[in-house]
C-alpha cells in the first residue's frame, strides 16, 4: 500500500519536519521506493530462521559502571541556538492542539 | 468474570537505579543538586557521531530486580528506539526496550498472609530516562511560559520500567503494590526508591467494568508524587468515572494529570497522535546478549527477599505482622535489628525498642538507620541491664538519650548519668535494698520458700532498688546486699 499525501504530512508533523507542497511528491516517491523494496524482502522464505541469526557474534559490550566527566560542555552551550546560564533555552512547549510554529520561528 | 463497575488499576513504574554512571555513557547520575548540564557528555546530549555502550552494572540491577520478581529474564534481549519530540530529549528518541524486554512475567506479593494476593507483572525493561525542563513564566504555568529552559543533567540516568498486570481492585492495593515494589530495590540495593525525590515514579492505568463486567475505557493518571497522592488520585478517578457513567456519559481515553494541591485528576486535551512512537530497532546498539553465568550470578546475590524476612520474623521471634512490617520495611532497620538477635537481645524487647526509641530519634535527627550512631552492640547492651531488671525502663530511656548523643557504653553512660558523689552504695545502699524489701514482702517470702527457680523475681527486686537509687548504684553491689539478706 504505496504512502499518500497526508501519512507524508503526518510523519513530517510527527518529526517537526518543514515539508512544503513541492516537496511532498518526491519524498512520496521515495519512500514508496523503499517499502516496495521491503515488500520484496518480504516474499522471502524466511521460515525456521532466527532473526537475530546474524547478530549473535556482535554481542553487546557492557561497559563497566565508571565515572568520567567531560569537559566541553562549555562549548555545546556556546553552541546552542539559545543559552540562559547554565541552561538551554528552548521555545515554549506547545500545548497539543495549539498552532503549530513554523521551523524559523522555532530557533 | 468481574463485577459490573468494579475498578481495574495496572501500574507502570519507573524506578531510577542506583549506578554511578548514566546507562549509555560515563555521565554521573548525581544530578539532584548539581548545576544543569554538568553531567552531559556528546553521548547523552544526542550529538552525532557517537555511540552508546551499555552500562553492565544497570542491566545486573535490572537482572537482580527481574529474578527477585520470579520474572522469565530474556538471554537475548534489544534496544529499540521511541521517537517522540520534545526539548528533554535531546536525540528527539528515547532508548527503550519494546517487544523483547529484558525480564517477562513474575509477580509481586501484597496483602497479609490470610489475604495475600500475588499481582502478576507483565514486563520489566531497562530505558533512559529524560532531562528536565524548567518553566520561565513567572507564574510558573507551562501553558503561560514564554520559552523554556533544559538542563539535561538527569538525560540518560538508567530506569527500569516496571508493569503490572491490571490486577489492582482498590486504590489502596495500588498503594501496598507500590509499597512492596520500592521496599523490594531497597532491599536488593538497586535504587533508593525515594518518590519525592523522583527516583520511583508511578503511572497508572485505570477503568471501571461495563455492565456485564467488559472492560471498560482506560484513563492513564500521571504525576502522583507519594504513596498518598497515588491512593488519593485513584480514589478521585475512581468517583468521576462512576459519575461520568452514571449520567449516561461515554468515559474518553485520555491521560489525566493528578493535581494534588487541588485533589483533581484533569485532562490534557486530545493527543490522538502522542501515542505513535514509530519504535524501531536501533541501530547503535546490538542486541543484549546475557550467558546463563551472568544472570546465575546475579540471583546468588539476591538477598533473602522483604516478604520471606517478614514471615522468618513473625516465625521465629514470635513477633507480631505489624512488628514485622515496621521492622522490614526499610532494609538498615531489618539489619540492625538481626544483629541485635545476634548479640542476645530478647526479640521482642529489642523489636519494642527500636520501633519505639530508635526510629523516634531516627525521624527527629531525619537521619537514616546508616547514619545512627549507637551501635546494636552498644544499644544490646543497655537491652541486657533492662532484661535483667539493673536498670529500670524509665531509667533506660534516659541512659538511651545519653547513650545516642554521645555514642556512650551503658556503662559510659551510667556513669555520666550521675556524679561519683550521688553514688549510692555501702550503708546508705543497704538501708536502701530495706526499705524496697519492706514494700515487696511477698515477693521477699516467696523467693525464700523456693518460688524463684530462674531467679526472675530477684531480679525484678534489683530493679526496684537500682530505681529507687536513680541508677546511682551498682547492679553487682546490690545483687550482693540482696543475696546476704535474702539467703540469710
Ligand atoms: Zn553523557
Same mark, same amino acid.
Given at each position: 500500500?504505496?504512502?499518500?499525501? !497526508?501519512?507524508?504530512? @503526518?510523519?513530517?508533523?510527527?518529526?517537526?519536519?518543514?515539508?512544503?507542497?513541492?516537496?511532498?511528491?518526491?519524498?512520496?516517491?521515495?519512500?514508496?521506493?523503499?517499502?516496495?523494496?521491503?515488500?520484496?524482502?518480504? @516474499?522471502?522464505?524466511?521460515?525456521?530462521? !532466527?532473526?537475530?541469526?546474524?547478530?549473535?557474534?556482535?554481542?553487546?559490550?557492557?561497559?563497566? !559502571?565508571?565515572?568520567?566527566?567531560?569537559?566541553?560542555?562549555?562549548?555545546?552551550?556556546?553552541?546552542?541556538?539559545? @543559552?540562559?546560564?547554565?541552561?538551554? @533555552?528552548?521555545?515554549?512547549?506547545?500545548?497539543?492542539?495549539?498552532?503549530?510554529?513554523?521551523? !524559523?520561528?522555532?530557533? | 468474570?468481574?463485577?459490573?463497575?468494579?475498578?481495574?488499576?495496572?501500574?507502570?513504574?519507573?524506578? #531510577?537505579?542506583?549506578?554511578?554512571?548514566?546507562?549509555?555513557?560515563?555521565?554521573?547520575?548525581?544530578?539532584?543538586?548539581?548545576?544543569?548540564?554538568?553531567?552531559?557528555?556528546?553521548?547523552?546530549?544526542?550529538?552525532?557521531?557517537?555511540?552508546?555502550?551499555?552500562?553492565?552494572?544497570?542491566?545486573?540491577?535490572?537482572?537482580?530486580?527481574?529474578?527477585?520478581?520470579?520474572?522469565?529474564?530474556?538471554?537475548?534481549?534489544?534496544?529499540?528506539?521511541?521517537?517522540?519530540?520534545?526539548?528533554?530529549?535531546?536525540?528527539?528518541?528515547?532508548?527503550?526496550?519494546?517487544?523483547?524486554?529484558?525480564?517477562?512475567?513474575?509477580?509481586?506479593?501484597?496483602?497479609?498472609?490470610?489475604?495475600?494476593?500475588?499481582? +502478576?507483572? %507483565?514486563?520489566?525493561?531497562?530505558?533512559?530516562?529524560?532531562?528536565?525542563?524548567?518553566?520561565?513564566?513567572?507564574?510558573?504555568?507551562?501553558?503561560?511560559?514564554?520559552?523554556?529552559?533544559?538542563?539535561?543533567?538527569?538525560?540518560?540516568?538508567?530506569?527500569?520500567?516496571?508493569?503490572?498486570?491490571?490486577?489492582?481492585?482498590?486504590?489502596?492495593?495500588?498503594?501496598?503494590?507500590?509499597?512492596?515494589?520500592?521496599?523490594?530495590?531497597?532491599?536488593?540495593?538497586?535504587?533508593?526508591?525515594?518518590?519525592?525525590?523522583?527516583?520511583?515514579?508511578?503511572?497508572?492505568?485505570?477503568?471501571?467494568?461495563?455492565?456485564?463486567?467488559?472492560?471498560?475505557?482506560?484513563?492513564?493518571?500521571?504525576?502522583?508524587?507519594?504513596?498518598?497522592?497515588?491512593?488519593?488520585?485513584?480514589?478521585?478517578?475512581?468517583? +468521576?468515572?462512576?459519575?461520568?457513567?452514571?449520567?449516561?456519559?461515554?468515559?474518553?481515553?485520555?491521560? $489525566?494529570?493528578?493535581?494534588?494541591?487541588?485533589?483533581?485528576?484533569?485532562?490534557?486535551?486530545?493527543?490522538?497522535?502522542?501515542?505513535?512512537? $514509530?519504535?524501531?530497532?536501533?541501530?547503535?546498539?546490538?542486541?543484549?546478549?546475557?550467558?546463563?553465568?551472568?544472570?546465575?550470578?546475579?540471583?546468588?546475590?539476591?538477598?533473602?527477599?522483604?516478604?520471606?524476612?517478614?514471615?522468618?520474623?513473625?516465625?521465629?521471634? +514470635?513477633?507480631?505482622?505489624?512488628?514485622?512490617?515496621?521492622?522490614?520495611?526499610?532494609?538498615?532497620?531489618?539489619?540492625?535489628?538481626?544483629?541485635?538477635?545476634?548479640?542476645?537481645?530478647?526479640?521482642?524487647?529489642?523489636?519494642?525498642?527500636? +520501633?519505639?526509641?530508635?526510629?523516634?530519634?531516627?525521624?527527629?535527627?531525619?537521619?537514616?538507620?546508616?547514619?545512627?550512631?549507637?551501635?546494636?552492640? *552498644?544499644?544490646?547492651?543497655?537491652?541486657?541491664?533492662?532484661? %535483667?531488671?539493673?536498670?529500670? %525502663?524509665?531509667?533506660?530511656?534516659?541512659?538511651?538519650?545519653?547513650?545516642?548523643?554521645?555514642?556512650?557504653?551503658?556503662?559510659?553512660?551510667?556513669?555520666?548519668?550521675?556524679?561519683?558523689?550521688?553514688?549510692?552504695?555501702?550503708?546508705?545502699? $543497704?538501708?536502701?535494698?530495706?526499705?524496697?524489701?519492706?514494700?515487696?514482702?511477698? %515477693?521477699?517470702?516467696?523467693?525464700?520458700?523456693?518460688?524463684?527457680?530462674?531467679?526472675? *523475681?530477684?531480679?525484678?527486686?534489683?530493679?526496684?532498688?537500682?530505681?529507687?537509687?536513680?541508677? #546511682?548504684?551498682?547492679?553487682?553491689?546490690?545483687?550482693?546486699?540482696?543475696?546476704?539478706?535474702?539467703?540469710?
Amino acid at each position: 500500500m504505496p504512502i499518500g499525501k !497526508d501519512e507524508i504530512l @503526518r510523519i513530517a508533523r510527527l518529526g517537526r519536519l518543514f515539508v512544503s507542497e513541492e516537496e511532498v511528491g518526491p519524498l512520496q516517491r521515495h519512500l514508496n521506493g523503499i517499502l516496495e523494496h521491503f515488500e520484496r524482502l518480504k @516474499r522471502l522464505d524466511l521460515e525456521g530462521i !532466527d532473526p537475530f541469526a546474524l547478530e549473535e557474534e556482535a554481542t553487546g559490550f557492557l561497559r563497566e !559502571d565508571a565515572v568520567s566527566a567531560w569537559a566541553g560542555r562549555e562549548e555545546v552551550l556556546q553552541q546552542a541556538p539559545n @543559552r540562559e546560564g547554565d541552561f538551554f @533555552r528552548v521555545p515554549r512547549i506547545l500545548e497539543e492542539n495549539e498552532e503549530e510554529v513554523s521551523p !524559523d520561528e522555532r530557533r | 468474570m468481574r463485577k459490573p463497575n468494579t475498578p481495574v488499576i495496572g501500574l507502570e513504574i519507573h524506578v #531510577q537505579m542506583k549506578t554511578g554512571s548514566k546507562l549509555f555513557c560515563a555521565c554521573s547520575t548525581d544530578y539532584i543538586g548539581a548545576v544543569p548540564n554538568t553531567n552531559v557528555c556528546p553521548v547523552c546530549l544526542g550529538l552525532p557521531g557517537t555511540l552508546p555502550v551499555v552500562n553492565r552494572k544497570a542491566v545486573e540491577y535490572a537482572v537482580r530486580t527481574g529474578l527477585a520478581l520470579g520474572s522469565r529474564i530474556g538471554l537475548s534481549t534489544r534496544f529499540h528506539r521511541k521517537n517522540y519530540f520534545y526539548p528533554d530529549l535531546p536525540k528527539a528518541y528515547q532508548i527503550s526496550q519494546y517487544d523483547v524486554p529484558l525480564a517477562v512475567g513474575g509477580h509481586l506479593p501484597i496483602g497479609e498472609e490470610q489475604d495475600r494476593k500475588w499481582i +502478576r507483572i %507483565t514486563r520489566l525493561h531497562l530505558e533512559e530516562d529524560a532531562g528536565k525542563l524548567v518553566h520561565s513564566a513567572r507564574d510558573g504555568r507551562l501553558g503561560n511560559s514564554e520559552y523554556s529552559l533544559v538542563d539535561y543533567n538527569r538525560g540518560g540516568v538508567p530506569l527500569m520500567e516496571i508493569v503490572s498486570e491490571p490486577e489492582l481492585a482498590t486504590p489502596s492495593e495500588a498503594r501496598d503494590f507500590v509499597s512492596r515494589l520500592r521496599q523490594l530495590v531497597r532491599f536488593l540495593g538497586v535504587s533508593d526508591g525515594d518518590m519525592e525525590k523522583g527516583s520511583l515514579r508511578v503511572d497508572a492505568n485505570i477503568s471501571l467494568t461495563g455492565p456485564d463486567g467488559e472492560l471498560g475505557t482506560k484513563v492513564e493518571v500521571k504525576n502522583m508524587n507519594s504513596l498518598r497522592a497515588l491512593e488519593r488520585a485513584l480514589e478521585y478517578e475512581i468517583a +468521576r468515572q462512576q459519575e461520568c457513567l452514571g449520567r449516561g456519559e461515554r468515559i474518553l481515553q485520555e491521560t $489525566r494529570h493528578w493535581d494534588d494541591g487541588k485533589g483533581v485528576t484533569c485532562g490534557t486535551r486530545g493527543k490522538e497522535e502522542a501515542h505513535d512512537y $514509530r519504535y524501531f530497532p536501533d541501530p547503535d546498539l546490538p542486541p543484549l546478549v546475557l550467558s546463563r553465568d551472568f544472570v546465575e550470578e546475579q540471583r546468588r546475590l539476591l538477598p533473602e527477599l522483604p516478604w520471606d524476612l517478614k514471615e522468618r520474623f513473625v516465625r521465629e521471634h +514470635r513477633l507480631s505482622i505489624e512488628d514485622a512490617s515496621v521492622l522490614t520495611e526499610l532494609p538498615g532497620i531489618a539489619k540492625y535489628y538481626e544483629k541485635c538477635i545476634r548479640e542476645g537481645a530478647n526479640p521482642l524487647r529489642a523489636a519494642n525498642w527500636i +520501633r519505639t526509641e530508635v526510629m523516634r530519634v531516627l525521624n527527629e535527627k531525619r537521619i537514616s538507620i546508616e547514619a545512627f550512631a549507637l551501635s546494636p552492640e *552498644k544499644f544490646c547492651g543497655l537491652l541486657a541491664r533492662i532484661e %535483667t531488671g539493673a536498670v529500670s %525502663t524509665t531509667l533506660a530511656k534516659e541512659l538511651f538519650e545519653k547513650m545516642v548523643d554521645e555514642n556512650l557504653s551503658v556503662d559510659e553512660a551510667l556513669k555520666k548519668a550521675g556524679s561519683p558523689s550521688g553514688k549510692v552504695t555501702g550503708d546508705d545502699l $543497704r538501708k536502701m535494698v530495706n526499705l524496697v524489701l519492706e514494700r515487696e514482702r511477698l %515477693t521477699v517470702e516467696e523467693i525464700q520458700t523456693g518460688k524463684d527457680a530462674k531467679g526472675k *523475681k530477684r531480679s525484678f527486686l534489683c530493679g526496684l532498688v537500682m530505681r529507687e537509687s536513680k541508677g #546511682q548504684a551498682d547492679p553487682g553491689e546490690v545483687r550482693k546486699i540482696l543475696a546476704e539478706i535474702l539467703d540469710r
